[in-house]
């Protein structure tokens, strides 16, 4: 099975507009800056998996991360905010509030940890796209 | 509220992001299926192994 990375493309777009919008969009709603540049495709799964995770995890009675007391509850907070504006709206209706007692609400506290994170990376990759340095 | 089994929620975290990482790591459709079925493969198959290991361990 070939597991060979991406091959990096020559820029062949323009650094026309401003280059950070689909960055910005991406972490702002999962997948839209993969929709800003026509790869409706691919945003659709991103922002299905994306959004999927972090629903899950809160349907998991997962815990949203608020307050930084300590290392951990730093960290947590960063991975949450990547999931932007999913984040930003949970924390205004009082989701994730709840504190952990049950294993698998654990794990939704990582669902939601990882959906952020990951919606980091489709960020970064919905910027690569713009710049041209991916196809 | 949901509550899935221990081994329900290993699926579903690897196939959330086995999608992601192959639409983000490689370029081309055919790629992105092979690389995201790869990473499924190995969320899945790393998880059984290591839960095995843990079982050996607590005896």
């Known amino acids: 099975m070939s597991t060979t990375p991406n091959k990096p493309v020559a820029g062949k777009k323009s650094d026309e507009g401003f280059v950070y919008l ?13 929709f800003l540049q026509g790869k409706w495709i691919r945003g659709m799964l991103l922002a299905v998996s994306i959004v ?8 998991m009675q997962g815990l949203l991360y608020t307050s930084v007391q300590d290392i951990l509850s730093m960290l ?15 924390r205004m209706f009082g989701l994730g509030a709840q504190p952990i ?3 698998v609400a654990d794990y939704g506290t990582k669902f939601i940890v990882v959906a952020g994170l ?3 990376i489709a960020a970064v990759d919905a910027h690569n796209l713009r710049t041209g340095r991916k196809s | 509220m949901f509550h899935p ?8 975290f690897s196939l959330f992001a086995s999608t992601v990482f192959g639409i983000t790591m490689r370029d081309t459709p055919q790629r992105m299926f092979r690389y995201g079925a790869y990473c499924f493969i190995l969320f899945i198959g790393s ?9 050996l361990i607590a005896r």
């Open chain 1, 101 to 103: 007692q049950t294993t």
């Open chain 2, 5 to 12: 089994s221990h081994f329900a929620a290993v699926l579903l």
């Open chain 1, 118 to 120: 990951l919606n980091i």
């Open chain 1, 52 to 59: 999927a995770m972090f629903v899950l995890g809160l349907a």
């Open chain 1, 22 to 34: 689909p960055l910005i969009a991406g972490w702002l709603f999962p997948g839209a800056g993969h």
């Open chain 1, 76 to 90: 947590g907070v960063a991975g949450d905010l990547g999931t932007g504006l999913l984040y930003l709206l949970s």
């Open chain 2, 47 to 55: 998880a059984i192994v290591l839960s095995w290991v843990m079982l």
